[in-house]
Each structure stands twice: as structure tokens, then as C-alpha cells.
């Protein structure tokens, strides 16, 4: 075991470097593409800018929240301080739903006030912009496997390689052209993909912080698994709920036959609770027949 939690913690520390390097190059390539942006006139390479500073941020808060999971529970927080990530992947994807729609009011104020736009600045700097988006990408891509909050900003850098992409296509078009119109439709696709992609990762956070039960496994199904052990016969007042993203915890009301080997049929539910769902976090109460609780549904009221 404490080979393990080393082993574990060396993980964690080498996660931490990859973040803080994401960082890094975030906030230089944010202040690249606005001083850009400003300078070419192009609002799509603004937006694009912004976009990635609200990446930059989200990254920065995914640090501190990886950090502060990481703490034991003590007597403030009893459960632990997993849902930190929980919390600033919800932080995440409102800050981006407020720069999203402050973009479209911008994108749509631009075509009634157009303004010369320089061309190859936006393909340049938008070119070194879909670079590093691809290189943060990478740095964090293994560790977005496990993790909502670093999943989402490993989505966020995917988007804004796409939006560089829009960005350079719109930066050709209006040097060949000279399509200007162009720039403030692409800062309205941009804002519209970053709208869809933060309500799309907002429901399974306000899932996890409203208690809500995992996908996977149901409550129904939980409770037949229950009911087929030999001396449970009813249960009832369950709650199934995630801690944590990836920790799901039980409450419930188990009616039991007899009153025999209490211990060992307490046991027999907690490991086919772990083995068949993973639920290593179960609370039960063993109730007869003749003293069941006035919450008899299966669902748990309060």
C-alpha cells in the first residue's frame, strides 16, 4: 500500500507539471492573439484570444481544484474535498457562457460598424495559435480520461483548434477577397460552438452537485440486486447518489427475515454492492418486519 500511494502521488505530481505547462503557454498565446487582434482589427482573432484566455483560466482552476481534492476529510468536510473539481468545472463552463454570448453581441455589432481588417496577421498568429492549442491538447489529453474538470478543458483546447482553424480559413478569405463580412460570421460560429459545448458538459456537473443517481447503475436495478440475497425482503428509502465523479455512494432501508447473523448479511450486501456496481460507500440500516419505518417507497423522501 504505501508503494501505491507513492506511486499515486508521483502520478499526481507529474499531472500537476503537464497542467501548470498548459498554463503557461495559454496565457502567452492569449496575449499574442489580442495584442494581434487589436492591431489587425479582426474580432474573430479576438474572440479566438478570449476563447483561449477562458482556457487558461479554466486550467488554472483545475490546478488548485486537483490541489485541493486532494486533501483528507477532516471534521469541515467529512466526505473529502473531491467535489472541488465538481465545483470549478461548473465555474468553467459558466465563465464560458458569459464570454460566449458577450462575443455574439460583439460579432453582431460588427456588421453594422465594419473596420479594415489586416489580413496575414490574422492567418500568422491564428496558425501559431491552432499550434499550441494542439500541443496543450496533448499535454493534458491522458489525464482527461479520469477527470471531469481536466476533460473539460481538454475539450475547451479541441474547440479553440477548431476555432483557429475557422480563424485562418477567414483571414484567407478576406486577404484573397476581401470578404470582411466573414470575420464577424466566424466570431458568431465561435460563439455558438462554445454555447453548445458548455451545455453540454453543464448537465452532468449539476448532476453530480445536485445528488443526482449515476447513469449507470440505476436505482431499480440496485435494489433487485439487493432484494435476490437470501434474508433481505424488501428495501426501501434508498438514495443513490456521486460523491465524487467517480464514487457513488448508497443509503437505504434494508427489511431483513430473521434476526440471525446480522453481521454477515450486512457484509454479503456491502460486497455485492462493490463488486457488481462499485459501491464501496453504503450505508444500511436493517429493519424487521415488525419495525419498518413510515417510509416505506423505494425511493428515499428526505
Not at 477532516?74 to 466526505?79: A, E, I, L, P, R
Not at 475539450?155 to 483557429?164: E, R
Not at 465523479?245 to 448508497?250: F, I, T
Request: with cysteine.
Amino acid at each position: 500500500m504505501p508503494h501505491d500511494h507513492h506511486h499515486h502521488h508521483e502520478l499526481d505530481l507529474a499531472g500537476d507539471r503537464r497542467v501548470a505547462g498548459a498554463v503557461a503557454v495559454n496565457v502567452l498565446l492569449t496575449v499574442v492573439q489580442i495584442v494581434a487582434g487589436l492591431f489587425s482589427g479582426s474580432l474573430a482573432l479576438i474572440a479566438d484570444g478570449v476563447h483561449n484566455l477562458s482556457d487558461a483560466v479554466s486550467l488554472v482552476i483545475a490546478f488548485a481544484a486537483r490541489r485541493i481534492a486532494r486533501r483528507p476529510a477532516d471534521s469541515d468536510m467529512t466526505f473529502g474535498y473531491g467535489r472541488a473539481e465538481v465545483v470549478a468545472a461548473l465555474v468553467n463552463y459558466v465563465t464560458l457562457i458569459v464570454i460566449a454570448l458577450w462575443l455574439a453581441a460583439e460579432g453582431v455589432g460588427r456588421f453594422f460598424n465594419p473596420v479594415t481588417i489586416e489580413g496575414w496577421t490574422v492567418v500568422i498568429v491564428a496558425g501559431v495559435a491552432l499550434f499550441v492549442d494542439l500541443f496543450t491538447a496533448g499535454l493534458i489529453m491522458r489525464l482527461s480520461r479520469d477527470s471531469m474538470n481536466i476533460r473539460a478543458a481538454f475539450l475547451h483546447n479541441v474547440a479553440d483548434a477548431m476555432g483557429s482553424v475557422a480563424v485562418i480559413v477567414g483571414g484567407a478569405l478576406i486577404l484573397l477577397f476581401g470578404w470582411w463580412v466573414v470575420d464577424p460570421i466566424i466570431t458568431l460560429m465561435i460563439s455558438g460552438y462554445i454555447l453548445w459545448h458548455s451545455w453540454r458538459g453543464l448537465g452532468p456537473v449539476i448532476r453530480v452537485l445536485m445528488l443526482a443517481s449515476p447513469d449507470s447503475p440505476g436505482v431499480e436495478e440496485v435494489a433487485r440486486a439487493m432484494c435476490e440475497i437470501d434474508g433481505v425482503a424488501d428495501v426501501h428509502a434508498l438514495h443513490l447518489w456521486r460523491l465524487q465523479e467517480h464514487r457513488v455512494a448508497l443509503q437505504a432501508h434494508v427489511v431483513i427475515e430473521d434476526t440471525g447473523n446480522l453481521d454477515a448479511l450486512r457484509a454479503e450486501l456491502k460486497a455485492v454492492l462493490a463488486q457488481r456496481f462499485g459501491i464501496t460507500h453504503a450505508a444500511l440500516e436493517l429493519e424487521t418486519a415488525a419495525a419498518v419505518c413510515h417510509d416505506t417507497d423505494l425511493i428515499g423522501q428526505g
